[in-house]
């Protein structure tokens, strides 16, 4: 089967991949749409450690091709978006309905496919750049079969995570103001959260100019290209700031921005290991600086309710999608998103 596959120097589409059969608990899915992260591309150049050969891709949905015994929440021919959060279910952290903190979805990658015998790993246990491929059956969400399938795809990363830290973690409020740093396809996805979440004053800030009608039509009432004009716009400072981009310059810009219990929530991904900095004695009128995994989601819960906010017309999940390539031109795909020219690139099998 085909497969987008980094060996640690080198991407190639593969023809020659494996996957095992689902074990007890687990799902096998016919992947027929994925979302192109940046997260995947930070894979490939080193932002992200992760051990190799692995098969990209985590923003995936497609088709039940098969269940493992215990498995009765879906059965084949049902559609499914697909989560990278391979919680437990059983530990302190996920019973407490915090499943982004489960120990055992952190730093477990498994080996379920294989190519000229020899394993290779899979990617935020999803590896959705895949024909098929094994998830446990908690990654596996039900979603009506009316949405399109690459529409579907982008709620299992990038709605969930940008949606998510606006009303699960930052949990904004009627009438707050939120800046957005980074208008790309996390960030739009945080500014349509603000907006369902009711938010009065959202101001976009990306670099590029061309941002500003998608940026408006996810919901940004202002749109500007640097964080510096912010407050002219708001004096006292932003109730929210969300750092989208990850850069260390604008995680210090996104706290000193902020209002009086002020929070800066942290989505965007620096090279490992960097540090930022920021004036403490600016905390102590009840500011915060919050990190955020996966949208402080539950997946099985907020994929089932994104879906239906799509269908009652409250979130946009067309406007998301620039492009659809085959997955064949991934090369062709992955520069496009470097360049910006997409808010989201969808590979299609």
Known sequence: MRGVVFDGKRVE?????????????????AIQAAGLCHSDLSVVDGTIPFPVPVVLGHEGAGVVEAVGVGVTHVVPGDHVALSTLANCGTCAECDRGRPTMCRQAIGRPG?????????????????????????????????????PLPLAALIGCGVLTGVGAVLNRAKVD????????????????????????????IVAVDANPAKEAVARQFGATDFLTSVEAVRELLPAGADHAFECVGRVELIRAAVDLLDRHGQAILLGV???????????????????????????????RDIALYAELYRGGRLLLDELVTQTYPVEEFDRAAADAEAGKVARAVLTF
């Open 13 to 29: 589409v593969a023809y020659d991949l494996q996957v095992r059969d689902p074990g007890p608990g687990e799902v096998l899915v």
């Open 111 to 147: 080996q379920p496919f294989t190519r000229s015998g020899r394993p290779v790993f899979q990617f935020a246990s999803n590896s959705a750049f895949a024909e098929l491929t094994v998830v446990k059956a908690v990654q596996a969400v039900r979603v009506p079969k009316d949405i």
């Open 270 to 300: 620096p090279p490992a290991g960097a540090e930022a900095s920021f004036v403490v004695s600016s905390m102590y009128l009840d500011k915060s600086i919050l990190g955020c995994r996966y949208g402080s989601s539950r997946p099985q």
């Open 174 to 201: 009627r009438g707050d103001s939120v800046v957005v740093i980074g208008a790309g396809g996390i960030g739009l996805n945080v500014i349509q959260g603000a907006r369902i979440a009711g938010a009065l004053r």
